[in-house]
Structures are given as structure tokens and as C-alpha cells.
């Protein structure tokens, strides 16, 4: 058990469908993050939350839509994606101001077809 | 820049033997330095940490790292693997007070020989 909870697992959707990924942590911190993970590739850092508020967007392209209602929730509103989209997707939680590493979910494994 | 270097991608051992994987990192400032496991399907689970003071760090599951600055290294060890160690093994550098931004290297994948 990690404390930081993904839904759902596993999510496989069509190029012109829109779906949701769902995180939630249960820690206290006050930074969420989304991280990409594609086979054979590093794990690229997507988004960042401090305190709800989005403070990095590393040149993701807009059918990734991150929505922070507060600091236990993080959202990943996709539409329109591509096959080359498909990875696993992850979240973490930190608390930052501390000396203290992020905490990962498990990860939604997402297929586009 | 700051980078983290996993020189292997693939690594078998038998189970039983001893284990090394190796980490190097080019960082301005301080170094805080991380070992994360990742099993297939799964999120990343944190093995260990080093922030300051000893430099040899113990973790979890029977792992240590030793931070080596004159060779910028934080290699991951453990004397006698086990089946269950078969994994996926990140390696990572980050600023303090900032999980945002840490940076991970490319991973090791270790396989484990019967």
C-alpha cells in the first residue's frame, strides 16, 4: 500500500473517445505529480501541483489535460489522443519544503487504438 | 545539465550471488540521490535514500547504496539476490526540497537465474 491510489488500472480507449485518469493520495503532501512511462524510454515528468496550483507543464501536448481540485486529488483528462500516447501512467505525491521523495501510485497502463 | 547514467540495461545474476548496479550522476549542487524499484505493472517503490551524512545507506529488502562524490556514483548492492528481486531498478538525483525535480535515469532491468 502506497498511499497514492490510480483508477482505473488499466484503461483502453479509441483516438476520438475522452476519458479520465484518477489519482488520489493519502499522505498530506502538497505537490501531485504526472509522470509518462513508455517502453524503452526514461520517465518523463508531465505535470506538477504545488498546493493545487500547476507550477510545470514540460511541453505536453494539449490532449493531456491535468486538473488539480485540491491537494489530495489529481486528474488527467485525455481526448483525442494517439497509438503513440499509449504508456503507463503514473502518479506521485511529495511534500515539498522537506527532505522527502515522491510516493508513486501503481500506475494506469493506457492502450489508444 | 543534470543527468543520471544507468550503464546497464539488462542484468542476470543467479540467485544467491551478489548484486551491483551502477549509477552515475552529473549534478551543479549537492546531490540528493534515490534508488527506486519498479515490479511489471507497477508503480515505483522507493529502496533507499541518501540525503546526507554516512555514505553508505541501507534500504529495504536487504539493499545498500554507497554515494562515492569523487566518482559521482551511487551504485545499489546486495549480497544475495533472491527470485523476487527480478525487477526494473531507477536511479535518480533531485534537488532538495523539490521532488519535482528529479531527474531518472533509463533503468536497469536484473533478471534472476535459478
Not at chain 1, 504545488?50 to 494539449?62: D, G, I, L, R, Y
Request: proline residues 5%.
Amino acid at each position: 500500500e502506497t498511499g497514492v491510489t490510480q483508477t482505473p488500472r488499466h484503461l483502453v480507449m479509441g483516438m476520438t473517445n475522452k476519458k479520465s485518469l484518477k489519482c488520489e493520495q493519502h499522505l498530506g503532501h502538497n505537490a501531485m505529480y504526472w509522470y509518462k512511462q513508455s517502453a524503452k524510454k526514461p520517465l518523463e515528468l508531465m505535470f506538477v501541483y504545488n498546493f493545487k496550483e500547476q507550477t510545470e507543464n514540460n511541453s505536453v501536448p494539449s490532449r493531456f489535460s491535468p486538473e488539480c481540485p485540491n491537494s489530495s486529488h489529481l486528474f488527467l483528462h485525455l481526448h483525442t489522443l494517439q497509438p503513440e500516447d499509449s504508456a503507463l501512467y503514473l502518479c506521485a505525491s511529495s511534500q515539498e519544503q522537506s527532505n522527502t521523495e515522491a510516493f508513486f501510485g501503481q500506475g494506469t497502463r493506457l492502450t489508444v487504438v | 545539465a543534470q543527468s543520471v547514467t544507468q550503464p546497464d540495461i539488462h542484468i542476470t545474476v543467479s540467485e544467491g550471488a551478489s548484486l551491483e548496479l551502477r549509477c552515475n550522476y552529473s549534478y551543479g549542487a549537492t546531490p540528493y540521490l534515490f534508488w527506486y524499484v519498479q515490479s511489471p505493472g507497477q508503480g515505483l517503490q522507493l529502496l533507499l535514500k541518501y540525503f546526507s551524512g554516512d555514505t553508505l545507506v541501507q534500504g529495504i529488502k536487504g539493499f545498500e547504496a554507497e554515494f562515492k562524490r569523487s566518482q559521482s556514483s551511487f551504485n545499489l548492492r546486495k549480497p544475495s539476490v533472491h527470485w523476487s528481486d527480478a525487477a526494473e531498478y531507477f536511479c535518480a538525483v533531485g534537488a532538495w526540497s523539490s521532488a519535482s525535480k528529479i531527474i531518472f535515469g533509463s533503468g536497469t532491468r536484473l533478471s534472476i537465474r535459478p
